[in-house]
């Protein structure tokens, strides 16, 4: 066993031990262990030195490896590498100058030190390592492990100038089967910039036309539904397609519904909707309540609930999940337009609102509620590019285009209208000679000032 060959004193020793805990080799050099400190010395600076040059060279990027599961598990060992040598370290500079042993007092002071550096240097650890294990349970979870259209690292979109994202808000009652889609945005994100349109598109849009195919074949002059319980409106379709298999043949169930959304939207809009996250209403208030809230401004009072029996006061506020979740549905004393601008805005609100440091803190309670409230097609291969788009997002203009009367008739859609609209919209720069145009009603606006 090593021996406090020079004698320490009960201050030495520990002052020794926790120096050696902030730089190594320090209780080495003490007991005349030359090389040796040195060593270690020159290991601590390296490993600092890369642990600085990871975080500053690669700051940008720390949230794209976060959602890489190979990464994820190669953080965890690099970790666990480190936290061990850490610790064997503090041990056994304790070894080399701990009070002698007829020193009963000080052997059991400078033990319980030594015992506390290591738990202050393992308990960090075991957190860390807790978060990556969550970080990478949640992304096998919801996301598939391969995507369909190989992703290059150099050009992940693939040239696309825009990527579009159909973001469904879906509300299954248990007063009724299956899941309605009440809540139906695309947003198109330009792929450099980030400047984002929202389209937004009402629930009750009637006699929708599907693409080319079955679905279009069995409804030729529009989408009716099938009975009483399916009137035939767009929110209708994703169910009705998870309950036909007809109408998307070859696609697994589960997959039916949001396979002919992407595509009826899409050819609604006249733009290619590449993928899609359904979030399920409750669980939203889930994910909004880990977040620690979101900042609101409501503009008018806004009812909610079956008898009435809530109210938002107009102001800005943090909304609970709760408060949220009827900002967004409620449509007493008004409509389903309104109820769709106010959708917008917490999106728009959420967005903006997500901070690293939130979601760190609340990550496991934020990471269970996302698991259970919401579904995608995004592959993981594609989670580092959308990251990264998603920090673009929170800086750029976003605007934003509803499909509502006067606009159109959700009777009698005019969907050539809708689809001029739409490539006005998505105009990046007026033409050469003319001056920007001035939104009008029937124009995107700045969602911002909207939602001021």
Same mark, same amino acid.
């Given at each position: 066993?090593?021996?406090n060959?020079?004698?320490?004193?009960?201050?030495?020793?520990?002052?020794?031990?926790?120096?050696?805990?902030?730089?190594?080799? &320090?209780?080495?050099?003490?007991?005349?262990?030359?090389?040796?400190?040195?060593?270690?010395?020159?290991?601590?600076v390296?490993?600092?030195?890369? !642990?600085?040059?990871?975080?500053t060279?690669?700051?940008?990027?720390?949230?794209?490896?976060?959602?890489?599961?190979?990464?994820?598990?190669?953080? $965890? @060992?690099?970790?666990?590498?480190?936290?061990?040598?850490?610790?064997?370290?503090?041990?056994?500079?304790?070894?080399? &100058?701990?009070?002698?042993?007829?020193?009963?007092v000080?052997?059991?002071?400078?033990?319980?030190?030594?015992?506390?550096?290591?738990?202050?240097?393992?308990?960090?650890?075991?957190?860390?390592a807790?978060?990556?294990?969550?970080?990478?349970? @949640?992304?096998?979870?919801? /996301?598939?492990?391969?995507?369909? $259209?190989?992703?290059?690292?150099?050009d992940?979109?693939?040239?696309? =100038?825009?990527?579009? /994202?159909?973001?469904?808000?879906?509300?299954?009652?248990?007063?009724?089967?299956?899941?309605?889609?009440?809540?139906?945005? &695309?947003?198109?994100?330009?792929?450099?910039?980030?400047?984002t &349109?929202?389209?937004?598109?009402?629930?009750?849009?009637?006699? !929708?036309? /599907? +693409?080319?195919?079955?679905?279009?074949?069995?409804? +030729?002059?529009? /989408?009716t539904?099938?009975?009483?319980?399916?009137?035939?409106?767009?929110?209708?379709?994703?169910?009705?397609a998870?309950?036909? +298999?007809?109408?998307?043949p070859?696609?697994?169930?589960?997959?039916?519904?949001?396979?002919?959304?992407?595509?009826?939207?899409?050819?609604?809009?006249?733009?290619?909707?590449?993928?899609?996250?359904?979030?399920?209403?409750?669980?939203?208030?889930?994910?909004?309540?880990?977040?620690?809230?979101?900042? !609101?401004?409501?503009?008018?009072? !806004?009812?909610?609930?079956?008898?009435?029996?809530?109210?938002?006061?107009?102001?800005?506020? =943090?909304?609970?999940?709760?408060?949220a979740?009827?900002?967004?549905?409620?449509?007493?004393?008004?409509?389903?337009?309104? =109820?769709?601008? =106010?959708?917008?805005?917490?999106?728009?609100?959420?967005?903006?609102?997500?901070?690293?440091?939130?979601?760190?803190?609340?990550?496991?309670?934020?990471?269970?509620?996302?698991?259970?409230?919401?579904?995608?097609?995004?592959?993981?291969?594609l989670?580092?590019?959308? @990251?990264?788009?998603?920090?673009?997002?929170?800086?750029?203009?976003?605007?934003?285009?509803?499909?509502?009367?006067?606009?159109?008739?959700?009777?009698?859609?005019?969907?050539?209208?809708?689809?001029?609209?739409?490539?006005?919209?998505?105009?990046?720069?007026?033409?050469?000679?003319?001056?920007?145009?001035?939104?009008?009603?029937?124009?995107?606006?700045?969602?911002?000032?909207?939602?001021a």
């Amino acid at each position: 066993m090593t021996e406090n060959r020079r004698g320490f004193g009960l201050g030495a020793s520990m002052a020794l031990t926790l120096a050696s805990a902030l730089l190594w080799g &320090v209780a080495h050099l003490a007991a005349e262990r030359l090389k040796t400190g040195l060593a270690l010395m020159f290991g601590y600076v390296v490993m600092l030195a890369g !642990i600085l040059t990871m975080v500053t060279a690669y700051s940008a990027n720390l949230l794209s490896l976060a959602v890489q599961p190979r990464w994820l598990v190669g953080l $965890t @060992v690099a970790l666990v590498v480190v936290a061990l040598a850490w610790t064997g370290v503090i041990v056994w500079s304790f070894l080399l &100058v701990r009070p002698p042993s007829a020193d009963t007092v000080g052997r059991f002071l400078t033990t319980t030190l030594t015992a506390a550096l290591c738990a202050l240097v393992l308990a960090p650890t075991v957190y860390a390592a807790r978060l990556t294990y969550v970080s990478r349970d @949640v992304v096998n979870t919801l /996301f598939a492990p391969a995507a369909s $259209t190989p992703v290059m690292a150099h050009d992940p979109w693939n040239g696309a =100038r825009r990527v579009n /994202f159909l973001l469904l808000g879906g509300d299954a009652a248990p007063s009724r089967p299956g899941v309605r889609t009440d809540s139906m945005t &695309v947003a198109s994100v330009d792929t450099e910039t980030g400047a984002t &349109v929202l389209f937004g598109l009402p629930r009750n849009l009637q006699r !929708i036309e /599907f +693409p080319d195919g079955p679905a279009r074949a069995r409804f +030729p002059f529009g /989408f009716t539904g099938s009975g009483p319980e399916t009137p035939g409106l767009l929110n209708e379709v994703y169910q009705f397609a998870e309950d036909n +298999p007809d109408m998307v043949p070859g696609v697994p169930k589960g997959k039916r519904g949001s396979t002919l959304l992407k595509q009826t939207i899409g050819n609604i809009l006249g733009i290619d909707v590449g993928y899609y996250a359904l979030v399920d209403m409750k669980g939203f208030a889930e994910i909004i309540d880990a977040m620690g809230g979101v900042k !609101i401004t409501v503009k008018e009072p !806004i009812v909610y609930g079956k008898y009435r029996e809530g109210l938002l006061p107009a102001g800005t506020r =943090r909304l609970s999940g709760e408060e949220a979740l009827w900002y967004g549905r409620s449509r007493t004393d008004s409509d389903d337009y309104v =109820r769709m601008g =106010r959708q917008k805005c917490l999106l728009n609100a959420v967005a903006k609102q997500t901070q690293p440091m939130t979601v760190l803190n609340s990550f496991e309670r934020l990471a269970a509620a996302t698991k259970r409230a919401i579904s995608t097609d995004l592959p993981q291969e594609l989670l580092p590019a959308v @990251v990264d788009l998603s920090q673009k997002v929170k800086t750029a203009k976003v605007r934003s285009l509803s499909f509502v009367p006067p606009l159109i008739n959700t009777a009698y859609p005019d969907w050539s209208l809708i689809r001029r609209k739409v490539a006005d919209a998505l105009e990046e720069h007026p033409a050469a000679g003319h001056p920007a145009r001035t939104p009008d009603l029937d124009s995107p606006v700045n969602l911002d000032a909207t939602c001021a």
